[in-house]
């Protein structure tokens, strides 16, 4: 109804709006630049800051603007879940069947990302909510593939 009286062509409230609706100031293009860097220069990035801050308006953007030429990104926010689970999902989003077992899994996502032509880049949203254990096989994940690269 009020989008006729106001001639709008879309609902202004939206809870995820376009990315082209995402104000793009100072702040916004300094952690961009920082992302950026990260993207190409990191191994490992933890984005902070309280809740209602943006964080994951930001990613969205990141990843928005990421090179669809360079990056793979894989996103994931389903955190609150059992470590093989995460593991499965990060399998599933690299566009795999997990196999059975945690080091089957391992090794899907190693090989996987090691024969990819683009460079991933796993973005893991609400990361506060992830198992301890889920968290010690991300850690091993990440050392696991820096010892793949030397």
Do not use: C
């Not at 059975?100 to 990361?127: C, M, P």
């Amino acid at each position: 109804m009020f989008l006729d009286h106001f001639k709008m062509n879309s609902h202004p409230f939206q809870e995820r709006p376009p990315v082209e609706w995402i104000l793009n100031d100072h702040r916004i293009s300094q952690s961009l630049a920082r992302l950026d860097y990260f993207a190409r220069q990191g191994t490992l990035a933890l984005l902070i800051g309280p809740t209602g801050a943006g964080k994951s308006t930001l990613l969205r953007l990141f990843i928005h603007n990421l090179s669809k030429n360079r990056y793979r990104p894989v996103y994931l926010h389903f955190t609150g879940i059992p470590s093989s689970s995460l593991l499965r999902l990060i399998v599933t989003q690299l566009g795999e069947a997990p196999r059975r077992g945690k080091d089957h899994l391992f090794l899907q996502i190693l090989d996987r990302t090691a024969k990819e032509d683009l460079s991933t880049v796993l973005i893991i949203d609400e990361a506060h909510l992830i198992d301890p254990q889920a968290l010690t096989d991300l850690r091993l994940l990440v050392s696991s593939a820096l010892d793949t690269d030397m």
